[in-house]
């Protein structure tokens, strides 16, 4: 399979030694958004970008545009996700975005919302920590926000999430830690005044997110559609 990655940053760089392993040629490397057309030469079997929050929306449109398939897991730009969407079902090309390629985060998310619906009868208060490494630039993570998300929509005692502890029951909070060279925990704690849960996720390191993004990659090259990780985890 022949991969395009767009950015080339540490996640890049993961997601070619994990590429080369399986197997895969990278074929283009593509850095600033004018070395886009690079990809017209011989076009991928699929694009994978992990950029910055202002360049995510060129790189998918033009990906789309062209007919490659591109996966995304760059954060930080979701506000526009619902365009990117409808240009995608515009011109029926190929899409998937995650804020974590993570298997087990994307497990994590499904046990997450299970839990959730199970608490909303009972009386507990939820909170979630996320700590990443001092690069990150978004806070909170695009995955704990997934994760406020889910327990929202499984309980409606949450009106919104807030990146602090709160007082107020209907906030759920987020507290976000960057500490250096770690590449991600997180963690979902329900407490009442009688006992505590928590259920968390570790990456232990970095090519754990560059994984799960080629074997998405081999997924979904054949494809079209707009689809998530959960359709992902759920046709395997």
Aim: overall charge negative; proline content about 3%.
């Amino acid at each position: 399979m022949k991969i395009a990655l767009i950015g080339y940053g540490k996640m890049g760089k993961a997601i070619e030694e994990v590429a080369k392993k399986r197997g895969h040629e990278i074929s283009h490397v593509v850095e600033t958004t004018d070395q886009l057309p690079l990809l017209l030469q011989e076009p991928p079997h699929v694009a994978i970008e992990f950029t910055q929050p202002d360049a995510v929306f060129h790189n998918l449109k033009f990906c789309i545009e062209n007919e490659i398939p591109v996966i995304t897991g760059t954060t930080g730009w979701l506000e526009r996700y619902d365009e990117i969407v409808s240009f995608c079902s515009e011109k029926g090309g190929t899409f998937l975005q995650s804020s974590n390629f993570s298997i087990g985060v994307n497990l994590f998310f499904e046990l997450n919302e299970w839990l959730a619906k199970k608490m909303s009868k009972l009386d507990f208060n939820c909170s979630i920590e996320e700590i990443h490494h001092t690069e990150k630039k978004d806070s909170p993570s695009g995955t704990a926000i997934r994760l406020a998300e889910g327990i929202q929509g499984e309980n409606h005692q949450y009106k919104n999430w807030i990146n602090e502890i709160s007082a107020d029951h209907t906030k759920l909070g987020i507290v976000s830690k960057r500490i250096e060279n770690v590449p991600g925990t997180h963690t979902v704690s329900y407490t009442s005044h009688l006992e505590s849960i928590k259920m968390e996720h570790i990456a232990h390191q970095r090519s754990v997110f560059a994984e799960g993004a080629v074997l998405v990659g081999e997924w979904i090259k054949n494809k079209n559609g707009i689809f998530t990780m959960s359709d992902f985890i759920n046709q395997q």
